[in-house]
């Protein structure tokens, strides 16, 4: 089948949920009104409440929200065939995700920026207060360290795609300076500069990755493991027009035109998609262990529903909205962008050969991972229906020079699908390791944005716990208060990161990310169910909220009883594998029940009060 029509079909769907079903909901279900003053304005203190540019906070919210998410889960879910993961990207993206997050973001909004834990508080109580922030905390750490994987698995043993990471950090301290102190809202001159330093980066990275001193940016996965954490540790005490907003600007734009030259490439090369409609691997996927349903929704979170959204919803965007009718465009329409960017990413993997596809994305590094591999190729009822031995795998490996078996995590094969796609268009067939390389710069970029903006929300939650739990007499702008809780994050995330493996990781943050998305729209149906006047409109988070609660809770359950097997089977000599499944079984049972409890008391028991103002 052609890929072309797939892109034909997901832009229709997008552009008609934007035009007619966002404007429905902006304007009669959330009656966005441009006369109120936003929290931006109303508590500005230059740290985290800051008046933004329009395109300037769509840039640093899209970047925040689509993260890693849209770019791998697509990639991983392909091992079921292209057409569940896509059916899921449209319908979800544009029944669920959208009206999730432009729903979130306004309810903030109204509450003066407050984080979804503390909205819960004031329109349920403080039982429903602790749920919540159960359920946003552990969301978070499992956001974060399943998706610092796809970081480190991607940069690890490659001086190449390090050094490039390390050139954009420059170009985006170097965009900050000239677009807030040295030539304050020049916006066209602080992006052409850092994007001349990116795109520079891109081509140095190759001679001195092979010079004598390519060495120094070469590190293993441990040694990346610190790193990362360590880093996003000060990139996330920094104020955000240092690092953190100049860095979604520039990536977020990148990433767009680069989606948009996949587009063309696509378009220009018509690739045929070698991942068949249904792979024969619909009950248990190799890569992603589980069934289509429920894993494959949970699989695929940032690009159809994801509750990671609403953390930067009510997290940095709602302090830097500049007018209440910026939230279409950035809420909804961000939403339905990042959807478009889960289509190409699905398209980029399924247009590998299915072998070469396996073989990335399976672990080969040790003889038992090996044999598995083998006896997985050669399984008889796989191989009837689809032809699982590696095809174009060496040459891949030559265009791009970098070693791809075994190179698990989505990033990877993301990377050689896109490059592989730029390849033909025209001037650019002997150009794939920059392609190659470029890519990976990019989606590691989005990833730390995830990271840092992740950092914070995670620290203004632990913040909140700090000062109104305990006699403290502090604020939100102590430093000291700053640097403790943001260290504390980067411990809890970077310890899973150091132990953990990529499918036990992303499946606990899909489990996470779903049922705490079905929580938040949950909310969005209280707080629409304590207007009459609109609650004839509950049902547009509600029928969302009722399919997520159940799929994420069915997955919940069936990996604890996985784990559980897992931790019986453990030898007790090993230490951090027994921590590491306890800690999972854990997270999914708090998780479980913090939801079902949030979902419950949202529905059963809305509060009677003045906050039905709040959306009228």
């Known amino acids: 089948m052609s890929s072309i029509w797939l892109i034909i079909c997901s832009i229709a769907a997008f552009a008609v949920a934007y035009r007619y079903y966002g404007a429905f909901i902006a304007a009669k279900v959330l009656a966005l009104d441009p006369a109120k003053m936003t929290p931006a304005y109303k508590l500005r203190d230059g740290v985290d409440y800051q008046p933004t540019n329009k395109w300037v906070l769509f840039g640093h919210h899209f970047a925040a929200i689509s993260g890693a998410g849209p770019l791998i889960g697509p990639v991983l879910a392909a091992q079921w065939g292209f057409l569940p993961g896509y059916s899921w990207i449209i319908v979800g993206a544009c029944l669920g995700g959208a ?105 140095i990275g190759n001679p001195f990755s092979n ?104 997290g940095t965007t709602p302090k830097m909205l500049m007018n209440e009718k910026h939230a279409l465009p950035i809420g909804f329409g961000a939403m339905l962008t990042e959807g478009f960017v889960a289509v190409m990413a699905l398209i980029a993997a399924c247009v590998l050969q299915p072998g070469d596809y396996f073989a990335i994305n399976m672990p080969q590094d040790t003889d038992k991972q090996k044999a598995a591999y083998v006896s ?136 996470s990310n779903q049922l705490f998305a079905a929580t938040v729209l949950a909310v969005g149906t209280c707080w629409i169910l304590q207007n009459s006047a609109k609650r004839k409109y509950a049902l547009i988070t509600a029928l969302p909220c009722l399919f997520l609660t159940v799929t994420a809770t069915t997955a919940g359950v069936i990996s604890i009883g996985r784990w559980g097997k897992a931790f019986a089977g453990i030898p007790s000599s090993d230490i951090t594998g027994i921590i590491m499944q306890i800690i999972l079984i854990g997270m999914a049972f708090l998780l479980i029940i913090s939801s079902l409890y949030m979902v419950y008391m949202s529905f059963m028991r809305p509060l009677k009060g003045d906050y039905a103002d709040n959306v009228r």
């Open 376 to 511: 997985f190729v050669n399984d008889s009822s796989a191989g009837t229906q689809m032809n699982l031995n590696p095809v174009d795998l060496k040459t891949l490996e030559d265009e791009t020079e970098e070693k791809l078996a075994g190179r698990t995590g989505g990033g990877v094969t993301l990377a050689v699908g896109m490059a592989k796609l730029f390849t033909h268009l025209p001037g650019m067939k002997k150009l794939g390791s920059y392609w190659y390389h470029f890519i990976i710069m990019f989606e590691a970029l989005f990833i730390m944005t995830l990271l840092e903006t992740g950092t914070r929300v995670g620290r203004y939650i632990l913040q909140d716990v700090i000062i109104k739990e305990s006699r403290v007499k502090t604020n939100h702008y102590d430093w000291r208060l700053n640097i403790m809780t943001s260290f504390a994050v980067c411990f809890c995330w970077g310890y899973l990161l150091y132990t953990g493996t990529l499918n036990s990781l992303w499946t606990l943050f899909g489990i």
């Open 99 to 203: 009206v999730h997050d432009i729903t979130i973001l306004l309810l903030s909004v109204r509450h003066d920026g407050k984080s979804f834990p503390d909205i819960v508080k004031s329109m349920l109580g403080r039982r429903a207060w602790l749920a919540a922030s159960i359920a946003t905390f552990f969301s978070l750490i499992a956001v974060l360290a399943s998706t610092s994987v796809v970081v480190v698995n991607a940069l690890a043993l490659s001086s190449w795609s390090v050094f490039v990471i390390f050139i954009t950090i420059i170009a985006a301290l170097i965009t900050g300076l000239w677009m807030y102190r040295i030539r304050p809202g020049k916006i066209f001159e602080a992006s052409l500069i850092g994007i001349i330093i990116v795109l520079a980066g891109v081509f």
């Open 211 to 314: 010079s004598p001193y390519g060495h120094l940016f070469m590190f293993s996965k441990h040694t990346m493991s610190i790193i990362l954490p360590s880093y996003i540790l000060i990139a996330s005490i920094l104020p955000v027009w240092v690092l953190m907003c100049p860095r979604d600007y520039l990536s977020s734009y990148m990433k767009i035109g680069v989606v948009i030259v996949l587009a063309v490439g696509i378009l220009l090369a018509n690739p045929h998609l070698n991942m068949p409609a249904l792979s024969p691997f619909l009950h248990n996927g190799p890569i992603i262990s589980g069934g289509v349903w429920p894993f494959m929704f949970i699989t695929i979170m940032c690009g159809a529903v994801s509750g990671w959204h609403a953390l930067v919803s009510t």
